[in-house]
C-alpha cells in the first residue's frame, strides 16, 4: 500500500521502518529535520507526505500537534482525495478525535484512532498492541499495516473509543506504578532490599505487567525514555479532562497528576515515566537500587 507517516519520534519512526521493511510504499516527514526510514522517501511536508497516499499515518506528541500536521500550513488536508484513509497512533483527546474525523469526512476520508501499547521495545519488534476506533470497513482495509507494525488490535467502537480506552489504560498504568513506587520507597526505608522485594511481588497477587516490565530497570537505575515522563502526564492530564466533560471523579488519579507536576519540575520531564520514582526517593531520604534478579 501507499503509505505517508507523519512523526518519527521514540514510536513513529519504527513503526515507519517497519512498514517498510514490510514492501509498502512510504513517504514520511517529520517536524525536527535529519530524520529518515531507510526504504523511504523523505518529504518535504505532511502535504507532500500524503499526496497520491492510500493512507495516511500520525503518530505525534499530543492533540495540537495532530491538529497542526493536519490542518496547519502545508498540511494534510490539502493531499485528501476521496477514498483515503488517516490512522492516527497518537494518543490524543477523545473529542478532538471526533471533530477531526468530521472534518475529514467532508473530503470522503475515513478517519481510524489507533493508538497503541507496547511501548519502544514493541515498536522496534513490530509486537505493538493496536487499542482502534473506526469503521470496520475501514479497519479491514488497514490490516495488512496493523500486521506490519504489530501483533494485535483491538477494536473497542467507533472514532474516538480508541483514544478512550487508550487514556483510561494509560491512566491505570501510571497508578499501578506509582503504587509500586511507593512501595519500594517504603521498603528501603524500612530497611527492605528493594532486589529481594520484586520477587516477592512477581510471586503474590501484587503481580503485574507494569511492574515486571519496569521493575528491572528501575533496580538498574535506567531512567532512560521508553515512554517519556511529559507524555504519561498528558495522558492523565487527558483522561481528567475526558472525566470532567463525563462528570466522572478520578481521585486517584488527580493526585498521581500532582506527583508527575512536581516531578517534571524537579527536572525529569524527558525521563521515562518511572522517574517519578526519583522524587519519591527525595522525599524520604532514601535510593531504591540493586540488580534485577
Not at 505517508?4 to 513517504?27: D, Q, Y
Amino acid at each position: 500500500m501507499r503509505v505517508a507517516f507523519v512523526g518519527l519520534g521514540i514510536m513513529g519512526r519504527p513503526m515507519a521502518a517497519n512498514l517498510a521493511k514490510a514492501g509498502h510504499e512510504v513517504s514520511v516527514w517529520n517536524r525536527s529535520a535529519g530524520k529518515e526510514v531507510e526504504g523511504a522517501r523523505v518529504a518535504s511536508s505532511p502535504a507532500d507526505a500524503a499526496k497520491g497516499a492510500e493512507v495516511v499515518w500520525i503518530c505525534v506528541s499530543d492533540t495540537a500537534a495532530v491538529e497542526q500536521v493536519l490542518f496547519g500550513p502545508n498540511g494534510i488536508e490539502q493531499s485528501l482525495t476521496d477514498g483515503m484513509i488517516i490512522a492516527d497512533s497518537s494518543t490524543i483527546s477523545p473529542a478532538a478525535t471526533r471533530r477531526f474525523a468530521e472534518r475529514v469526512a467532508n473530503k470522503g476520508v475515513q478517519y481510524v484512532d489507533s493508538p497503541v501499547t507496547g511501548s519502544k521495545v514493541g515498536a522496534e519488534a513490530g509486537t505493538l498492541l493496536f487499542i482502534v476506533g473506526g469503521s470496520e470497513e475501514a479497519i479491514e482495509r488497514l490490516k495488512p499495516l496493523y500486521a506490519a507494525m504489530g501483533k494485535k488490535i483491538f477494536r473497542m467502537g467507533e472514532t474516538g473509543k480508541g483514544q478512550s480506552a487508550k487514556i483510561a489504560m494509560n491512566l491505570q498504568i501510571a497508578m499501578i506504578y506509582e503504587g509500586f513506587a511507593e512501595g519500594l520507597t517504603l521498603a528501603a526505608k524500612l530497611g527492605v532490599e528493594p532486589a529481594t522485594l520484586v520477587p516477592l511481588i512477581n510471586a503474590s497477587m501484587v503481580k503485574s505487567g507494569v511492574v515486571e516490565y519496569k521493575a528491572p530497570f528501575v533496580l538498574q537505575r535506567d531512567f532512560t525514555a521508553n515512554f517519556p515522563l511529559k507524555l504519561m502526564r498528558k495522558d492523565i492530564r487527558l483522561a481528567l479532562e475526558a472525566a470532567k466533560e463525563a462528570r466522572v471523579k478520578l481521585p486517584g488519579g488527580e493526585t498521581v497528576e500532582e506527583i508527575y507536576e512536581m516531578a517534571v519540575e524537579d527536572g525529569h520531564a524527558d525521563l521515562d515515566f518511572a522517574a517519578t520514582l526519583m522524587l519519591l526517593e527525595k522525599w524520604a531520604g532514601v535510593e531504591v537500587k540493586g540488580q534485577a534478579a
